[in-house]
């Protein structure tokens, strides 16, 4: 873990706990030295701090190229771990560069739906994330962001128990079709979990 993304993800800990009443369940179902694909509902900008906020590991992301272009984050950005992904395209380039990171036993963090939930329910998943649970050995782990970003609040977050993706390997299963296991795995727990 990097000396930046360490003392980040102490400031990122220290204001969820002043704003909001964040509540962690499942941590253990992350393997401490293998490659780890985070899958995650996206409903607020706070969604990637918080999903890696309160791991031991650092947590990488794939991060909208625009952003990139920007002054201080194009310095900060590769910094903290996170990698550009041309959105609206296949981005070779980004896939590549996730898969090996996978790997090489790292933490990657997705929001495989692409973009923020409008009506905070779970849209469809991009064939991207069940290229990289296909083609990685990575512990494919679904997480679940439930709550609201008003502060005060209580905001939980539920890493759930592995997606099995040995079957689906053997089978060579489409991206699409992993991607739908791992979409209906995050559905679960926010079934399970929203009140």
Do not use: W
């Amino acid at each position: 873990m990097s000396k930046l993304y360490s003392v980040g993800q102490f400031v990122c800990r220290v204001y969820l706990r002043l704003f909001f009443r964040p509540k962690i369940i499942g941590k253990e179902n992350i393997p401490d030295n293998k490659g780890v694909l985070l899958c995650s509902n996206h409903i607020n900008n706070l969604d990637p701090p918080f999903l890696g906020a309160f791991l031991k590991r650092q947590t990488r992301y794939m991060a909208k190229a625009e952003l990139f272009e920007l002054p201080v984050l194009k310095q900060l950005l590769p910094k903290l771990g996170a990698f550009p992904i041309k959105r609206g395209s296949s981005d070779r380039q980004a896939m590549r560069s996730g898969l090996k990171l996978l790997r090489d036993g790292e933490v990657v963090g997705v929001f495989p739906e692409g973009t923020r939930s409008k009506n905070g329910k779970l849209g469809k998943g991009l064939a991207g994330v069940g290229f990289f649970a296909l083609r990685s050995d990575a512990d494919v782990i679904p997480c679940a962001i439930v709550g609201s970003y008003k502060p005060l609040s209580k905001i939980l977050l539920v890493y759930g128990p592995p997606v099995d993706m040995e079957k689906l390997r053997k089978e060579k299963a489409s991206p699409e079709a992993a991607t739908e296991e791992i979409m209906s795995s995050i559905q679960k727990l926010l079934d399970k979990y929203q009140k």
